[in-house]
């Protein structure tokens, strides 16, 4: 493929190791071109701002900056760049923090290196992959009635899935390209379809709702104007009206 074209990888993990066999595996696809990779977050920074690659694929636990502060800032300074978690962690814990973070896919290390390869086409398509073997756990321990996610709109749950992720209503009116004051109106409309009373209960229905708005939700990101609610078919999660 057109190295233009490519998609360019930015690899960071500690292990040199993990990194020789996570390169080797994505280079093995012609589509895929590891642009840099970085031992920590720090350098990973560095290197991502230097090169402004298509994907961050990063570990999570790293010495001076972690993958997560790493997904954290590339969200601000590179917004166009889509984050892959590659991680040994399987905790719910982890996977909430990687998702708040900006993460659009989270792939467990030890899962099928097929399953890597399709992760990365459908955080590149415009979706989200989190590891079918987590969403199964988080599934089993959410409380959020999958009846009540059917009452929202498409740009509703893209909305509530913002205030799972932790931004602001600035933040989520700038992807959506809409006013802060919209934004606070679908915030009143959400409470008001799913009888919730309160900003944090609203948000924590959203972060027990992750799993299931990663499968149904539709991503609309910065440079796209369409409007999504006429919604769209889902595959491995988000994707793009």
């Avoid at 031992?39 to 920074?45: R, W």
């Avoid at 973070?101 to 290196?113: C, D, E, F, N, S």
């Avoid at 229905?205 to 990101?221: D, H, I, K, T, V």
Wanted: aromatic share 4%; charged share 25%; hydrophobic share 45%.
């Amino acid at each position: 493929m057109n190295g233009r074209n490519a998609v360019g990888i930015l690899l960071v993990d500690d292990h040199p190791f993990v990194r020789e066999g996570v390169r080797a595996r994505l280079e093995a696809v012609a589509e895929f071109r590891v642009v840099a990779e970085a031992a920590n977050g720090l350098e990973g920074l560095d290197l991502a701002l230097m090169h402004a690659p298509s994907l961050l694929l990063t570990d999570i636990g790293m010495q001076g900056m972690t993958g997560l502060q790493l997904a954290e800032r590339c969200r601000q300074r590179l917004p166009a760049t889509a984050v892959i978690v590659l991680s040994m962690h399987g905790g719910l814990d982890y996977f909430e923090r990687a998702f708040r973070a900006g993460a659009r896919g989270y792939v467990l290390k030890h899962a099928p290196a097929e399953e890597l390869v399709t992760a990365i086409r459908t955080v590149m398509a415009g979706g989200c992959h989190f590891s079918p073997e987590l969403m199964r756990e988080r599934v089993g321990e959410s409380d959020a009635p999958p009846d009540r996610l059917h009452r929202l709109t498409a740009r509703e749950r893209f909305i509530l899935a913002g205030l799972a992720r932790g931004l602001s209503n600035r933040d989520i009116a700038d992807e959506l390209r809409i006013s802060a004051r919209t934004v606070e109106s679908y915030r009143f409309s959400l409470k008001r379809k799913l009888d919730i009373s309160g900003q944090a209960a609203l948000v924590k229905f959203a972060l027990e709702s992750m799993p299931r708005l990663a499968r149904e939700a539709p991503l609309l990101g910065p440079m796209d104007q369409r409007c999504p609610e006429r919604g769209d078919a889902v595959v491995s999660g988000w994707r793009r009206p």
